[in-house]
C-alpha cells in the first residue's frame, strides 16, 4: 500500500480534492502536470539563455546560451544558478510557456515575438495551466519545443491555428492540441457555421492524431475536452469518451431518477450529486450509480476497463472505512465520496464521515479484489506532492484558514501541523522529490518551509518568485521582469 505513483485525472498544481476554479468543483484527482507559465522570454529559435552545464536530454542540440543571469532571491529545492534562460520580450512583453514534462513549449507570432498566454481563462489560475494562444481567427504560429533542462530548441513547427491549448494522451502523456477552425457562409436560408478540428503532438512535436473540437455544455467549443487521447462528447446528461486513434466508444454510467452526471475539463474530473472522480485514470473509466438527490439509495462510483467496458471496481462492493457514521439499517449517513486517485492497482477513496462533511476517511483498495488495505482520517482539502508521497492541509473554499498540516498519504502518518495563533500558511506548491513546500501567508508573502520538518526555509519570498515545477525533470521554472528563469534541482 504505498500509493506514491499512480494516475491521476485531474490537475498537476492544486490538490487531492479541490481547484481554485470558476466552477468551485471538488478536485478528486492529484496532479497531471500541464501547466502554462507566463513568462517573459525572447531569442532565436535556436535558443538564447543561459545554460547551467547540464546538456542531459537536449539530443545533440545547443544547449540555450547568452540570457540574463537570475538575481532573485534563493530558491529552496533548486540551484542557485539558472540553468537557463530567456531574456524579456522587446516592450516588456511575457511570453507563455506550456510545460510538457521534459519540454517546455513557446510560440512565436509572424513577427518572431513570443505569445502570451492569451486564452479566453486569461489571468486564472485555470487560464495559465490550460492555454497558450487563442484568437477569433485562425493566425500563422511557430511553436518551438525546447528541452526543460538546456533550453535547447527540439522541434519547431509552423502552424496556423486560432488555439493552442494543453491535454494529455493516454496514460497522462503530456500533449498540446493545436485547433484551426473555418466557418461556412450562410447561403440565405441557414445560418454560417463554424466548424474546428485539432491536431494533438506529444511533447517531442510528433503528431499522435487529429479530432474534431467538441462542445462544452453551452455549445462553445473546448479543445479541453480532448483529454487522455478521447474526445469527451456531451449531450445533456450523457457523456461519451471517443478514441481519437480509433476504438469503441466508452458511454459513462449515470443512474438514478433525475441523474444528473458532469464533466470538468478544467479539472479532469466528473461527478454525480455527491459523487466525484477522475474521468479517466490509466486504463480505467468512472460511473456514478444513483447520481441524484431524489433517491434512498446510496450514491456509489464505479471503475470501468476501457479497453473492455466491463466495470471492475465499486464503492457499492467494498468495506466502509471505520470512522463513517452509519444508520440504523447499516448504509452510510452520507453520500458524500470521491475516488482520489487510482496507483499501482489501488484506489484510493475519500468519505465523508458524517452528514455535515466535517471530517473524512481515506481508504486504499486492491482494485481487483476490492480489499480495504488501510485507512485514515484527513482533511477534505489539500495539496498533493507530485510523487504523490505527501499531502498538505489546503485552504478551504470557505470559512477560516487555520493553518497547513502536512501527512503521509500512503498511511496518513502525520509529520507536522500548524497550532493555533500560528501564521498560516497556505500551501501552493511541492517541489518534485516533495522535501521543500512553498506557501503564501497573509498578505500574500511566499514562505518556504523543508516539508517534513516544518523548519522556515525562506520567508518574505515575492510571489512571483514560487517557481512552476516540472515533474518529469525536477527542474522549476518562473517569470519576472528579467526574465524567464528555469533551475535544476538541488543536490541532496
Same mark, same amino acid.
Given at each position: 500500500?504505498?500509493?506514491?505513483?499512480?494516475?491521476?485525472?485531474?490537475?498537476?498544481?492544486?490538490?487531492?480534492?479541490?481547484?481554485? +476554479?470558476?466552477?468551485?468543483?471538488? /478536485?478528486?484527482?492529484?496532479?497531471?502536470?500541464?501547466?502554462?507559465?507566463?513568462?517573459? =522570454?525572447?531569442?532565436?529559435?535556436?535558443?538564447?539563455?543561459?545554460?547551467?552545464?547540464?546538456?542531459?536530454?537536449?539530443?545533440?542540440?545547443?544547449?540555450?546560451?547568452? =540570457?540574463?543571469?537570475?538575481?532573485? *532571491?534563493?530558491?529552496?529545492?533548486?540551484?542557485?544558478?539558472?540553468?537557463?534562460?530567456?531574456?524579456?520580450?522587446?516592450?516588456?512583453?511575457? &511570453?507563455?510557456?506550456?510545460?510538457?514534462? !521534459?519540454?517546455?513549449?513557446?510560440?512565436?507570432?509572424?513577427?518572431?515575438? %513570443?505569445?502570451?498566454?492569451?486564452?479566453?481563462?486569461?489571468?486564472? !489560475?485555470?487560464?495559465?495551466?490550460?492555454?497558450?494562444?487563442?484568437?477569433?481567427?485562425? !493566425?500563422?504560429?511557430?511553436?518551438?519545443?525546447?528541452?526543460?533542462?538546456?533550453?535547447?530548441?527540439?522541434?519547431?513547427?509552423?502552424?496556423?491555428?486560432?488555439?493552442?491549448?494543453?491535454?494529455?494522451?493516454?496514460?497522462?502523456?503530456?500533449? /498540446?492540441?493545436?485547433?484551426?477552425? #473555418?466557418?461556412?457562409?450562410?447561403?440565405?436560408?441557414?445560418?454560417?457555421?463554424?466548424?474546428?478540428?485539432?491536431?494533438?503532438?506529444?511533447?517531442? =512535436?510528433?503528431?499522435?492524431?487529429?479530432? &474534431?473540437?467538441?462542445?462544452?455544455?453551452?455549445?462553445?467549443?473546448? &479543445?479541453?475536452?480532448?483529454?487522455?487521447?478521447?474526445?469527451?462528447?456531451?449531450?445533456?446528461?450523457?457523456? @461519451?469518451?471517443?478514441?481519437?486513434?480509433?476504438?469503441?466508444?466508452?458511454?459513462?454510467?449515470?443512474?438514478?431518477?433525475?441523474?444528473?452526471?458532469?464533466?470538468?475539463?478544467?479539472?479532469?474530473?466528473?461527478?454525480?450529486?455527491?459523487?466525484?472522480?477522475?474521468?479517466?485514470?490509466?486504463?480505467?473509466?468512472? =460511473?456514478?450509480?444513483?447520481?441524484?438527490?431524489?433517491?434512498?439509495? @446510496?450514491?456509489?462510483?464505479?471503475?470501468?476497463?476501457?479497453?473492455?467496458?466491463?466495470?471492475?471496481?465499486?464503492?457499492?462492493?467494498?468495506?466502509? *472505512?471505520?470512522?463513517?457514521?452509519?444508520?440504523?439499517?447499516?448504509? @452510510?449517513? +452520507?453520500?458524500?465520496?470521491?475516488?482520489?486517485?487510482?496507483?499501482?492497482?489501488?484506489?484510493?477513496?475519500?468519505?465523508?464521515?458524517?452528514?455535515?462533511? #466535517? +471530517?473524512?476517511?481515506?481508504?486504499?483498495?486492491?482494485?481487483?479484489?476490492?480489499?480495504?488495505?488501510?485507512? %485514515?482520517?484527513?482533511?477534505?482539502?489539500?495539496?498533493? +506532492?507530485?510523487?504523490?508521497?505527501?499531502?498538505?492541509?489546503?485552504?478551504?473554499?470557505?470559512?477560516?484558514?487555520?493553518?497547513?498540516?502536512?501527512?503521509?498519504?500512503?498511511?496518513?502518518?502525520?509529520?507536522?501541523?500548524?497550532?493555533?495563533?500560528?501564521?498560516?500558511?497556505?500551501?501552493?506548491?511541492?517541489?518534485?522529490?516533495?522535501?521543500?513546500?512553498?506557501?503564501?501567508?497573509?498578505?500574500?508573502?511566499?514562505?518556504?518551509?523543508?516539508? @517534513?520538518?516544518?523548519? /522556515?526555509? /525562506?520567508?518574505?519570498?515575492? !510571489?512571483?518568485?514560487?517557481?512552476?515545477?516540472?515533474?518529469?525533470?525536477?527542474?522549476?521554472?518562473?517569470?519576472?521582469?528579467?526574465?524567464?528563469?528555469?533551475?535544476? &534541482?538541488?543536490?541532496?
Amino acid at each position: 500500500m504505498d500509493g506514491t505513483d499512480g494516475t491521476d485525472g485531474g490537475i498537476r498544481q492544486r490538490g487531492l480534492l479541490r481547484a481554485r +476554479s470558476a466552477t468551485a468543483v471538488k /478536485v478528486v484527482a492529484a496532479v497531471t502536470g500541464l501547466v502554462l507559465l507566463s513568462a517573459c =522570454g525572447g531569442g532565436s529559435s535556436d535558443g538564447d539563455g543561459t545554460d547551467g552545464g547540464k546538456n542531459a536530454g537536449s539530443g545533440g542540440r545547443a544547449a540555450a546560451t547568452g =540570457g540574463p543571469a537570475y538575481k532573485g *532571491p534563493e530558491l529552496p529545492g533548486f540551484a542557485k544558478k539558472a540553468a537557463w534562460s530567456l531574456p524579456p520580450t522587446e516592450g516588456g512583453g511575457t &511570453p507563455g510557456a506550456l510545460d510538457l514534462g !521534459e519540454t517546455l513549449l513557446f510560440a512565436k507570432d509572424a513577427s518572431g515575438k %513570443y505569445v502570451d498566454n492569451s486564452g479566453p481563462e486569461k489571468g486564472s !489560475e485555470q487560464g495559465e495551466k490550460h492555454f497558450l494562444h487563442s484568437s477569433d481567427e485562425p !493566425e500563422s504560429l511557430t511553436l518551438e519545443f525546447r528541452d526543460a533542462k538546456t533550453g535547447a530548441v527540439t522541434k519547431s513547427l509552423k502552424v496556423k491555428t486560432d488555439s493552442v491549448t494543453a491535454t494529455t494522451w493516454h496514460d497522462g502523456a503530456p500533449a /498540446v492540441a493545436v485547433a484551426t477552425s #473555418s466557418t461556412s457562409a450562410s447561403d440565405g436560408l441557414t445560418e454560417a457555421k463554424k466548424t474546428s478540428t485539432a491536431t494533438l503532438y506529444d511533447a517531442h =512535436g510528433a503528431k499522435l492524431g487529429s479530432s &474534431p473540437v467538441p462542445q462544452d455544455k453551452y455549445n462553445n467549443d473546448d &479543445p479541453r475536452l480532448l483529454t487522455e487521447g478521447y474526445r469527451v462528447e456531451l449531450d445533456d446528461d450523457v457523456i @461519451r469518451l471517443v478514441p481519437i486513434d480509433g476504438g469503441t466508444t466508452r458511454t459513462i454510467t449515470c443512474t438514478g431518477q433525475l441523474a444528473q452526471c458532469e464533466f470538468h475539463p478544467e479539472t479532469g474530473t466528473a461527478d454525480g450529486f455527491a459523487t466525484h472522480a477522475p474521468l479517466i485514470s490509466g486504463q480505467y473509466y468512472a =460511473g456514478f450509480l444513483n447520481a441524484t438527490n431524489y433517491d434512498n439509495d @446510496r450514491e456509489q462510483i464505479t471503475l470501468s476497463d476501457l479497453a473492455t467496458g466491463k466495470q471492475v471496481w465499486s464503492t457499492a462492493d467494498v468495506e466502509v *472505512p471505520k470512522g463513517v457514521a452509519l444508520d440504523d439499517d447499516g448504509e @452510510r449517513q +452520507s453520500g458524500a465520496v470521491r475516488v482520489v486517485r487510482v496507483a499501482d492497482g489501488k484506489v484510493l477513496v475519500a468519505w465523508s464521515a458524517n452528514v455535515t462533511a #466535517s +471530517s473524512w476517511m481515506y481508504a486504499w483498495y486492491d482494485v481487483k479484489s476490492g480489499a480495504l488495505t488501510g485507512s %485514515y482520517e484527513a482533511p477534505e482539502d489539500a495539496l498533493l +506532492s507530485p510523487s504523490g508521497e505527501l499531502a498538505a492541509k489546503d485552504r478551504e473554499e470557505i470559512g477560516e484558514f487555520d493553518g497547513t498540516a502536512v501527512w503521509q498519504v500512503a498511511d496518513g502518518k502525520q509529520l507536522w501541523a500548524q497550532t493555533e495563533g500560528e501564521t498560516a500558511l497556505d500551501p501552493v506548491r511541492f517541489t518534485a522529490d516533495g522535501s521543500v513546500l512553498y506557501g503564501l501567508t497573509d498578505g500574500d508573502t511566499g514562505l518556504v518551509v523543508d516539508a @517534513r520538518t516544518r523548519k /522556515v526555509l /525562506v520567508k518574505n519570498l515575492p !510571489e512571483d518568485h514560487i517557481p512552476f515545477v516540472d515533474a518529469a525533470t525536477g527542474y522549476g521554472y518562473l517569470s519576472t521582469e528579467d526574465g524567464f528563469f528555469t533551475f535544476a &534541482p538541488s543536490e541532496s
